[in-house]
């Protein structure tokens, strides 16, 4: 029996599941560890060995105009040479504060609105193009004016205020207080005005 490869895994997952569960990773084990019950047993299931399934798609380039663009905003913020369309952004070294200058950087380059949760729930560059040319169908232009950010030093790229309060009107109340406690951590200069934040009523 042949052993399928990663990325043929993935695409059939992809058709049935969201984005945010898709695995990121498949092994291929002689065994299931099962329980006297016949179900999976999950504890063993970490331990049960077996060979990491090759992912050619992971180093495939990029396929449209789309793709190229996200490609050559990752390569910039992640500080990476190549990057594979269905490599992770997170495991590739993103974090909260590169999802904000990721969907900034999305706005000002392809000219489309995408909700900062949208890098969470399609994480890869395969998927984050799929979201941006959703948004272009449903015609989700950029809702605050396309602005270039007057820095101090190249190292961090600021939001502006209004791009910043709309992002975080997307977050849950952990999900901002996180993402404001990674920006105070960052060296430089970040200056917004926060007394714009008020909470709900």
């Known amino acids: 029996m042949e052993v399928p490869k990663a990325g043929e895994l993935r695409q059939q997952l ?6 945010a ?24 299931l ?22 190229a663009k996200l490609a050559e905003i990752w390569r910039e913020l992640l500080k990476v040479e190549q990057v594979g369309m269905e490599q992770n952004f997170f495991e590739l070294g993103g974090h ?40 272009r169908a449903l015609g989700l232009k950029p809702r605050t004016p396309i602005v270039q950010p007057r820095l ?5 790229e600021q939001p502006t205020d209004d791009a910043l309060l709309l992002q975080l009107e997307e ?10 406690k990674t920006m105070l951590d960052e060296k430089g200069s970040l200056k917004f005005d926060l007394s714009r934040l008020q909470p709900p009523a």
């Open 14 to 19: 992809r058709a049935k599941l969201p984005e």
């Open 21 to 44: 569960m898709v695995p990121t990773s498949y092994w291929r084990i002689e065994r299931m560890p099962l329980l006297p019950s016949g179900k999976v047993n999950r504890a063993e």
């Open 96 to 135: 909260s504060l590169l999802v904000l200058q990721l969907t900034a950087r999305i706005r000002r380059s392809l000219e489309v609105e995408l909700p900062v949760r949208s890098v969470f729930e399609a994480p890869t560059i395969a998927g984050l193009a799929m979201e941006v040319d959703k948004a």
């Open 46 to 67: 970490g331990g049960a060995g077996g060979v990491l399934l090759g992912d050619e798609q992971e180093q495939v380039g990029a396929r449209n105009e789309v793709e």
């Open 152 to 156: 101090r030093t190249p190292a961090i």
């Open 171 to 180: 977050l849950t109340a952990e999900e901002a207080t996180n993402l404001l």
